[in-house]
């Protein structure tokens, strides 16, 4: 009876398996573009230090990397 089930539930297993893996791929998706994103601020920051960008760039910069950064850890609640 066992082996019955098993071939019954074969389907409905392989999906919910399935789903999980796309899941932890959008998950480590995620956080591989928000560490990005992380980088590119620093990136920025040091720009701005050394005089590469003026302020007011620097400002349109960093509110769209923000904007990102808050929509993705907004995503994760």
Same mark, same amino acid.
């Not at 066992?2 to 998950?27: C, G, M, Q, T, Y």
């Not at 040091?46 to 990397?65: N, S, V, Y």
């Given at each position: 009876?066992? +082996? ?67 929509? +993705? ?5």
């Amino acid at each position: 009876m066992l +082996i019955v089930d098993d071939i019954l539930l074969f389907p409905a297993k392989s999906l919910v398996w399935l789903f999980r893996e796309i899941h932890n791929a959008a998950l480590q998706e995620t956080a591989r573009e928000s560490d990005m994103l992380t980088a590119q601020l620093s990136e920025l920051y040091m720009m701005l230090e050394t005089g590469k960008i003026t302020e007011a760039e620097f400002d349109a910069r960093e509110k769209l990397l923000l904007d990102r950064l808050d929509e +993705i850890q907004g995503s994760d609640d």
